[in-house]
């Protein structure tokens, strides 16, 4: 049984640093073929894929957050982490983690997600 947990504060400064842990039970962050992604929802709006983590470690990001944005784990504690520099009131969303098991990584379905943390931006 996978399960993914998103943890982190739920209201952050405009200009400061979001950063939130995805914690993984059931499979291991390394299987071979599976990667780790970060999305987010914003008030009103569609899901907004922000970037992704493979099981080898290497990253990619959405062009629109690349500048602002990074993605690591750590792989003794079986977690992933998003970190979003200089946040503004448009980074405020839901923010999910979610796999992708297969090489099939074009697809539009994920395989597992986490419930969801709201995240605010604001003073």
């Known amino acids: 049984q996978v399960r993914l947990q998103e943890s982190g504060p739920g209201l952050v400064k405009p200009s400061q640093t979001l950063s939130l842990t995805c914690t993984v039970s059931?499979?291991?962050?390394?299987?071979?073929?599976?990667?780790w992604s970060w999305i987010r929802q914003p008030p009103g709006e569609g899901l907004e894929w922000m970037g992704v983590i493979s099981y080898s470690g290497s990253t990619y990001y959405s062009p629109s957050l690349k500048r602002r944005a990074s993605i690591s784990r750590d792989t003794s504690k079986n977690q992933f982490t998003l970190q979003l520099s200089s946040v503004t009131p448009e980074d405020t969303a839901v923010y999910y983690c979610?796999?992708?098991?297969?090489?099939?990584?074009?697809?539009?379905?994920?395989?597992?997600w986490g419930q969801g943390t709201q995240v605010t931006v604001s003073s």
């Open positions: 979610a796999a992708k098991y297969g090489l099939e990584t074009n697809r539009d379905s994920y395989d597992y």
């Open positions: 059931g499979d291991s962050i390394t299987t071979d073929y599976v990667s």
